[in-house]
């Protein structure tokens, strides 16, 4: 028998499946948010999650976090049953996983450089120079290291987007999770972002999961798109198949056309109805 | 259509569970206390924070206080002429009642309300789940050590708001109004009892009352909804509920330590 090239705790090459969801289903009180969806996310690969707001895709985020448990399904990451992990086994699985938060959530009390320091100095034993390397490198890759000593309420909503992924890929982690990483930005900062998450996930050998509904962006630096609405993956493909796609759902959705078969408006009674009503409901 | 006995039994039912995950949230938080002996400095920063900040207000309430009480109790003792007594009452009031009851409410103000909204607005703003997915445990890294602060603060602060209460006193009824020194403190040393006032009142309630104010303000920050709306009201809601909880508290400690059953 040939012994492996690789020692044997060498990175794992960027190929293969690294998350594997089957049947999932989760449901908040009455409402049903996903029913027996299955997914499948490849190393190394950006994948998006998109669907008009409301489809629960920061919820599938928390799920794959193991924020959430399911109420049914399978939810496996880098072979790891992620609902049936103790407190124990699920931190030591988040050690590998980072995660860019809709609001960036860094820590107010705490400046730039502290922030993205934060998980160096939680998880490691390294050195004060060693941490401060480490951290002028992450900030200079999203192109802050001249702003670490500001605090978080002087930084633009841009600029604290990039601050929490420097944060997010401080341990240099096998998976990010970005939760709507373009929403409210201008149009520079989209830019970047959008270069930034490309780029990193091609240089670090990461796996990109992307939840998002800017179509134009997320399909420029996607390999791979999930489409969600009413609790289940309606389409899936390359953002070319999809853009091709024959499905009325998704040429809606990809297009951005008003008309389409998902409604504008929320459920409600005819309108003519309600204005004739006497008594507000 | 509810009735009005089904939107009863909900409210009972609300508290009951409420109170059920307050208690396992307590559980939650003494269990991480570990952590902080691998980590002091945390524990250091929030002594300053909810210890040191808060004496201020603590000192100059304290002072207040004891110079009320001395005007009071003199204007009440010289008609009998038992001035010489003042030291008792303004020491007994402060040590048994005012000086545990005062501080732990003055504390739910200043620094259990900071503690819910600081904690409210950390969830709210994510900063709590994005710890969690950090996999850094929010009880050890950030409840642990405000409980732990809080609950060795307040007793010491109990025991500066007496001793600077006895010292105002001593100002009104000495200094200002002509008692006698040697009686006021005299009268203070034979009558006050080291373990039954001053271990019952200062030690004991003030300990209590540190348990009960972190406990509510820590579990209400944490329990907030995540909105603006969400943190104003759970930081009214531990005032009200530390107010209500040591007031009561009181009464029953009290009766326990020196009532007649």
Sequence with gaps: MLSSPLPADAAPPCSGRLVTVRGLSFRRGERVIFRDVDLDIPRGKVTAIMGPSGTGKTTLLRLLGGQLRPDAGLIEVDGLRVPELGRRELYQLRQRMGMLFQSGALFTDLSVFDNVAFPLREHTRLSEKLIRTLVLMKLEAVGLRGARALMPAELSGGMARRVALARAIALDPMMVLYDEPFAGQDPISMGVLTQLIRTLNDALCLTS?????????TAAIADYLYLLSDGQIVEHGTPGELGRSASPWVDQFMHARPDGPMSFHYPAPPYETELLLREPA | MTGPLERLGRWVLDRLTALGRANLFLLRLVGALAFLVRRPGLLVRQ??????????????????????????????LVDFGATSSLGTVVALSLIRELGPVLTALLYAGRAGSALTAEIGLMKATEQLASMQMMAVDPFARVLAPRFLAGFIAVPLLTAIFTAVGILGGYWVAVVQL????????????????????????????????????????????????????????????????????????????????????
């Design chain 2, 47 to 76: 002594l300053y924070a909810v210890g040191v900040l808060s004496l201020p207000i603590i000192l100059v309430s304290g002072l207040f206080v004891g110079m009320v009480l001395g005007l009071q109790g003199y204007a009440n």
């Design chain 1, 209 to 217: 999961v992307i939840v998002s509904h800017d179509v134009k962006e």
């Design chain 2, 178 to 261: 002509g008692v006698d020194g040697g009686a006021f403190w005299a009268q203070m040393q034979a009558r006050v009892l080291l373990w039954e006032d001053i271990g019952n009142g200062v030690a004991v309630k003030s300990v209590v009352f540190a348990l009960l104010a972190n406990w509510i303000a820590l579990f209400e920050g944490y329990e907030a909804h995540p909105t603006s709306e969400g943190v104003s009201l759970a930081t009214t809601q531990t005032v009200v509920a530390t107010s209500l909880a040591v007031l009561g508290g009181d009464f029953l400690l009290t009766a326990l330590m020196f009532g007649a059953w």
